[in-house]
């Protein structure tokens, strides 16, 4: 996942995570209007579809959030609270399928509050964009700042397919102090680069939870030249690993026949000089036999102790699917 001649959606997509995404526990707090369709939509992490003939009781159905016409002065908003709060680098606007029913223009503002909370203190974090029919809308947020909201201002009303908030997760200290899974999104785990993502994200490994399907998890394309497939995954925090858990949930015909684990604590986290350093890292778990659609847990006695670290490098041999990868420990 090197960005190198990336775009910048690619960057976005391929480098950060989306804090906003349903499956970490994102939420729609508040809504001015949902009357042709309800804000929680846009939170779909799968690409917006269009349902021809598709009717309910307001109308056509649409993937997204959609206000009604309005007919006063002012414009809708919709309230979100962050699944994972930190740092936004970048956001997507998405108005997909939405082609006389877009709104002209949108902002985001965002806030940080503790649990409990209602949103206030407000700070504009995208000044008034101009938004098109049916497209994807790009756009870097360089406010710094760590956000657990974010307010979608639409000028003045309309729809909105999909809201991506991609950024850099920032954990709360106090999730470190005792032994935790140092690769989950919500612990600051991110992934850094891999060999092939023909079927599925490496990003999915660090998602909460069980694989939902095949969907839901890394595979790769069916390798047909000699040698293995790869990822490297970044640690939320510098730890030494004490268990390991591999899932091949819902891959059955094509999980990986093998897996060998390296580590290596890293001072420069730079994917394209990563990518020849981690070959030479020192193993972490051996060579492990895998089984279809299961979990697969190695303690003490099976890991080998680097000491603290920072990456792994998933190498799957000599191809196939992975749900989920956890790697427990304790920050060092």
């Known amino acids: 996942m090197s960005t190198t001649s990336q775009t910048f959606d690619q960057v976005l997509a391929s480098t950060y995570v989306n804090l906003a995404d349903e499956r970490v526990g994102t939420q729609i707090v508040s809504v001015t209007d949902e009357f042709f369709a309800p804000a929680i939509r846009m939170l779909d ?52 399928h939405f082609t006389g029913n877009y709104p002209v223009a ?27 029919p049916s497209a994807h809308h790009y756009h870097a947020v360089k406010v710094e700042g760590h956000w657990t909201h974010v307010r979608l201002n639409i000028y003045p009303d309309g729809g909105i397919a999909r809201l991506r908030i991609y950024g850099v997760v920032q954990p709360s200290e106090d999730r470190f102090n005792d032994e ?20 599925g994200n490496p990003w999915s490994l660090l998602r909460p939870g069980r694989g939902i399907n095949m969907g839901d998890g890394w595979e790769t394309r069916r390798r047909r030249v000699p040698g ?61 036999k895998l089984t279809m659609d299961a979990i697969h847990t190695y303690d003490k006695e099976q890991i080998i102790d680097l000491g603290p670290i920072t990456h792994l490098r998933v190498n799957i041999i000599p191809d196939g699917g992975l749900s989920r990868v956890r790697a427990f420990g304790r920050v060092e």
């Open 45 to 96: 992490p799968k690409p917006a579809v269009f349902h021809p003939g598709k009717f309910d009781d307001h109308g056509q159905y649409m993937e997204g959030w959609e206000s009604r016409r309005k007919r006063v002065a002012g414009y809708d908003w919709c309230i979100v609270q962050l699944g994972l709060a930190g740092k936004i680098v970048g956001v997507d606007i998405d108005t997909s």
């Open 106 to 132: 949108a902002s985001i503002d965002a806030c940080c509050v503790t649990k409990g909370e209602k949103p206030d203190n407000w700070q504009e974090i995208l000044h008034t964009v101009t938004l098109g």
């Open 180 to 199: 935790i899974d140092l690769l989950a999104l919500e612990n600051g785990g991110r992934a850094v680069a891999a060999s092939d993502e023909h079927y």
């Open 228 to 288: 293995n497939e790869w990822c490297i995954l970044a640690l939320g925090k510098c730890g030494r690993i004490s268990r390991i858990i591999l899932d091949t949930a819902h891959y059955k015909g094509n999980y990986p026949d093998k897996c060998i684990i390296q580590g290596a604590d890293v001072t420069v986290d730079n994917s394209k000089s990563l990518v020849t350093q981690s070959m030479f890292w020192q193993t972490l778990l051996p060579e492990q």
